[in-house]
């Protein structure tokens, strides 16, 4: 038997890396890592990488760096697409950004270009509290954002990973779209609250303005292009489009989706919270 040809974009991040991990459990499989560091490498700002870790590719799991939102991302995908395609690529399954019409622009182009195509959206990863940019405010024992209000249904990268390894291997999920949401609506301030008391920590929670937050980040250096794409998600995908919950995760995997508090649970473990 033939195995499937497998490239995963991203293989370092927070899904890639889990989806992987899937991956190698199976023996049909053979998987290709897409990042800048790989021995054949894969770089979205270096169009002249794509063809050789493209070759003999029958399946492409499509992260985008750092966003589908920023402005460049959608000529990106127009010529990675048809890069993949004309190279024999014969399936894309795409992660996406929940409630962002720019990204949606971007699964147009994956539809308009892939011989087969899956999208995956999905918003705010319960992993931003635990190995993303929330970290490091959660050790020092104060987070302080904008929106503190607002309802968000984080998702889990686990839950996000088992969607997409069903989508690359299952061609039931073909010409799918997937909205993955988490069991229920949690502000900022709840989620931190439940990692607190998850971890036996005392953390405060602050809200700030989206003037303020943008300050604050400037005053500890923070990259002006990192900047603004916290300031976009804070923004526009924050407004309320997103709060709502879905089944999709329980359409896909026959069961549900992770809370948040057995997420806060099983990483407390790990210790990385009291670090």
């Given amino acids: 038997m033939n195995k499937k040809k497998i490239l995963v974009l991203g293989s370092n991040g927070k899904t890639g890396r889990r989806v992987i991990e899937r991956l190698k459990n199976n023996p049909n499989v053979e998987i290709r890592l897409g990042s800048r560091n790989e021995k054949i490498p894969f770089d979205w700002e270096k169009p002249e990488t794509w063809e050789n870790v493209l070759k003999d590719i029958e399946i492409v799991y499509v992260t985008f760096q750092p966003d589908l939102a920023i402005p460049s991302a959608v000529e990106s995908i127009q010529k990675f697409t048809e890069t993949a395609t004309k190279s024999g690529v014969q399936k894309i399954v795409l992660l996406s ?134 300031n976009y998600l804070f923004e526009e995908v924050l407004d309320g489009r997103n709060s709502h919950i879905t089944s999709d995760i329980e359409k896909v995997l026959g069961r549900k989706a992770k809370d948040f508090s057995a997420y806060a649970k099983e990483t407390a473990q790990t210790g990385i919270w009291n670090s």
């Fill in 97 to 230: 950004g929940r409630g962002e019409k720019e990204a949606q622009l971007c699964e147009e182009i994956v539809k308009e270009n892939a011989k087969n195509w899956t999208i995956v959206r999905a918003s705010w990863f319960n992993q931003n509290f635990s190995e993303s940019f929330f970290l490091e405010p959660i050790l020092a024992g104060i987070v302080a954002l904008p929106r503190a209000e607002a309802l968000e249904p984080f998702t889990d990268a686990d839950d996000i990973a088992d969607v997409v390894l069903e989508s690359l291997l299952d061609e039931n999920h073909n010409s799918k779209t997937y909205e993955l949401t988490g069991p229920r609506l949690l502000t900022f301030k709840e989620a931190v609250n439940t990692i607190a008391e998850a971890s036996g920590r005392n953390i405060t929670f602050q809200g700030l303005s989206l003037e303020e937050y943008a300050q604050m980040l400037q005053e500890y250096q923070v990259p002006e292009d990192h900047i603004w794409l916290v």
